[in-house]
């Protein structure tokens, strides 16, 4: 891989030729939350911030999107040409970037490939920064603390530079562009890396076991404590909607007013929702909200290693973040693995 | 100034499995109330060529103005150019379709689901066993058993529906039965006519009427709940094969295509793992039935 650097003092001429490859969404502040969004000026640009409110997710797979357009006289309509929007994604941490790269697994190297989801991946050109973890980031537990691919560019702090990772063809673009600015790296600036590469190690304060968590899972089926989460789970799906890696969607239709014309749209669902199994003539499968608290973390923790090999979780803390009751992937996991008791706290137990 | 992007991959030559294709309802043949069997045919003919299903696959039904729902197919693979589903009204999207005269256009996508191991049925006698609506996925497998019926050693059909009035295919398989090879065992819990000449008594009591090779048959059986209860406790009484025993279950599935999720069982999506489960997969699976 091609490795250079780049001057703290040049990163705002190198941004500068970033309009050229797309729409920049980068991470700025909105009151006491970070989210990805376009600066008005690059001075907003956060390059040290905890996480997100809502993950990348929302640009390649938007929280409301028209798929397709209907009319009685010609039948249906893609609109696939709207998603091809090329947008540069600025200051990803590792983890969402390993989110990324799983929802890629599910819409673009499955057996039926979403032509949505594609478009705008590979539309979005991804910038990669480096972060120090905080008391809910558990991604090196996820192995998503450092990632090898998904990014164009990714960029990492040594002090008076940043050490520029050139992943994709279209990353080396940008540095072509950029005239020069960046230049070779030296040893030592290697090892500025490797001792701050270890010094994030370090930094993390929660860790999870998963290797033997798929049996875990197995054996605790019927645990009670699924019942005691189902009784505080407020069923708001906030867990889904700021997962990096939760994909549900609800498809409907919308007609015009006094005609038989309309779009088919598809909006981000949740299966903590009450209605998410819910099927023709009224039977719910998943009636009880116990059932749906489960269902979510076998799916992740279960499901995603015997699909793919690895659960679909990348430690990004988000929902140990936003949930109301303290349910979250670390409560959960110590709660099965019978190193809390049910009713604890919530809150990261090194906190 | 800003620069204007250009796309670097611009989508034109995807195929986009979400966008149906437009088929005509060319008869509505009203078997029973409520339960209606469509003929279709798509209105390109590049579409109708290139259609293949196998049994026990489904399709997505757009109603235009209304959505869409996940419908089984009727018809076998073995017979091309109509595509038939049958449909109880039911919900919003059925219901809408219930509303349309012949000669509508509605949106069909798919096939999608794995539908039945037709291939590694082949060879073995076959058991195919409905329950009420269950039929109408086990129609496709029948008449795929009938049409190459040098593949597959005896075929034996049971039956269950609440009264003649509700069996559906009531009058074709009556019709099937006398004049193709297979045993044709049909049979309704009671008969408030008095005029139904064949089984009288509920689906299981039907084992008794024959005996079966558990080392040479597939079963697939397909019904409602109760329906799964019972015939699986005698399936393995005769010591059925719990990876001969086949099952299709229905869930809401909104994409067909393993993206969505409202369809999932367990950590598997019925769309695309399903909607054939064999028995053992079902023991094996959370929340499965």
Redesign the interface.
């Known amino acids: 891989m091609k490795i250079l650097k780049l001057a703290k003092e040049n990163l705002d001429l190198f941004v500068s030729v970033l ?5 920049v969404y980068a991470p700025i502040k909105r009151g006491k939350e970070f989210v990805f969004e376009r600066p008005s000026r690059w001075s907003d640009v956060q390059m040290k911030y905890t996480r997100t409110m809502l993950p990348p997710k929302k640009l390649v797979l938007p929280p409301c999107e028209t ?2 357009t ?3 006289e010609k ?4 609109l ?2 709207e ?4 947008l540069v994604l600025f200051g990803v941490h590792s983890y969402d970037i390993y989110g990324l790269n799983i929802l890629d697994r ?2 673009a190297q ?7 989801y ?2 705008r991946r ?2 979005t050109a991804i910038i990669g920064v480096d972060f120090v973890p905080d008391d809910k980031h558990l991604a090196s537990s996820m192995n998503a603390d450092f990632v090898d691919s998904g990014f164009d560019l990714f960029l990492s702090d040594i002090g008076n530079d940043y050490l520029v990772l050139v992943g994709t063809s ?1 990353g080396d673009d940008m540095v072509v562009m950029s005239n020069c600015l960046m230049q070779m790296p030296t040893e030592a600036d290697f090892d500025e890396y490797k001792k701050r590469s270890q010094l994030r190690r370090d930094a993390y304060k929660v860790h999870v076991a998963l290797e033997d968590l798929p049996e875990i899972l197995e054996m605790e ?1 019927h645990s009670a404590v699924w019942d005691e989460m189902g009784e505080r789970c407020l069923s708001c799906g906030s867990c889904s909607m700021v997962c990096p890696t939760c ?7 919308e ?1 015009d007013f006094g005609s ?3 779009r ?1 749209i ?1 909006s981000w ?1 949740s ?1 903590l929702l009450r209605t ?6 009224g039977e719910n ?2 009636a009880e909200r116990s ?1 749906r608290v489960k ?1 979510r973390y ?2 992740k923790q ?3 290693v ?2 793919y090999g690895r659960p679909s979780c990348v430690g990004c803390g988000r929902c140990v973040e936003v949930c109301p009751a303290e349910i979250n992937i670390i409560s959960v996991i110590q709660s099965i693995r019978g190193e809390r008791d049910g009713t604890a706290s919530g809150a990261p137990a090194s906190s | 100034m ?2 204007q ?7 034109e030559h ?7 294709h ?1 088929a005509r309802i060319v008869r509505i043949h009203r078997m029973v109330p409520d339960n209606y069997l469509f003929q279709l045919r798509f209105l390109d003919d590049a579409v109708v060529q290139k259609w293949d299903h196998r049994p026990g696959q489904f399709v997505e039904l ?1 109603v ?6 996940p419908i089984s197919i009727s018809s076998s693979p073995t017979r091309k150019g109509i595509l038939e589903l049958c449909i109880r009204r ?5 219901s809408a379709l219930y509303r349309l005269p012949t000669n509508s ?1 509605v ?1 069909i996508r798919g096939p999608y689901g794995n539908g039945f191991p037709v291939e590694e049925m082949a060879g073995h006698d076959l058991l195919i066993i409905a329950g009420g609506l269950g039929m109408a996925p086990l129609r496709s497998l029948l008449w795929y058993a009938l049409d190459y019926r040098e593949r597959f050693g005896t075929v034996t059909l049971m039956y269950g529906a609440r009264s003649p009035a509700e069996m559906l295919f009531r009058e074709e398989l009556l019709s099937l039965a006398e004049v193709e090879d297979f045993n044709c065992l049909l049979t309704v819990d009671r008969d408030p006519t008095g005029t139904w000449k064949q089984n009288i008594g509920l689906l299981p009591s039907l084992f008794q009427k024959m005996t079966f090779d558990p080392n040479r048959t597939y079963a697939a059986v397909v019904g409602p709940p109760i329906v799964y209860k019972f015939v699986l406790a005698e399936l393995l009484k005769l010591n059925f094969h719990k990876d001969r025993i086949l099952m299709s279950l ?3 599935m ?2 067909g ?6 369809c ?5 999506y019925t769309c ?1 793992h399903g909607p054939v489960f064999t028995y053992w997969d079902a023991i094996n699976l ?2 499965i039935v």
């Open positions: 309009p050229a490859f797309g729409e798929t397709l209907f009319d009685p039948g249906y309509r893609d696939l040409a998603a091809s929007k090329p599910v819409f499955a057996k039926y490939p979403d032509p949505y594609i478009t590979k539309n279209r089926y994909y549900c969607f609800d498809v409907g239709d007609v038989r014309k309309g088919r598809r669902d299966c998410h199994a819910l099927v023709a003539g499968f998943r059932s269902f076998y799916h279960r499901g995603f015997a699909e | 800003e620069l992007a250009v796309p670097r991959h611009p989508p995807m195929e986009n499995p979400y966008l149906p437009m757009s235009i103005g209304t959505g869409e729902a039911m919900g919003r999207v059925t256009m949106g229905e869930r809401r909104k994409c295509i393993g993206k969505c999720g409202h999932s069982v367990g950590y598997k695309i959370p929340e």
